[in-house]
């Protein structure tokens, strides 16, 4: 689980990630359970290598410091979409807002409901 008060130390890791790979993180949100992130991403670097790297720099981080959130791990696999100029701002503000679209309040989101129902 990511309690809330490791969002912003998990906010700025992933940033500085993304960065050094020459990626732009462009907003990003954390929830209970996940993490979504838009990135523009560099034309040296596939999808698969960003998210390994966010993912393992992240997990390393929390877990090499006094972090109070014990032993840190990313479950496998990733969801990834790609979206235009136009669907920019609404996505991430959507994205900026996680802890909110995923309170107790709101219901699953449409590829949750898809898995659940397996």
Request: proline content about 4%; charged content about 25%; some cysteine.
């Amino acid at each position: 689980m990511l309690p809330s008060l490791l969002d912003d130390r998990l906010l700025a890791i992933v940033g500085r990630k993304a960065s050094k790979l020459r990626c732009v993180m462009l907003a990003a949100g954390c929830a209970a359970d996940h993490m979504h992130v838009v990135v523009r991403l560099a034309s040296s670097v596939s999808l698969g290598e960003l998210v390994r790297h966010l993912k393992g720099a992240s997990a390393h981080e929390l877990n090499h410091d006094s972090s109070p959130a014990g032993r840190f791990a990313w479950q496998a696999g990733y969801w990834a979409e790609s979206l235009g100029p136009a669907d920019l701002d609404p996505i991430a503000r959507y994205v900026r807002r996680q802890r909110d679209h995923h309170d107790a309040s709101h219901p699953a989101e449409r590829w949750a409901c898809a898995v659940d129902s397996r």
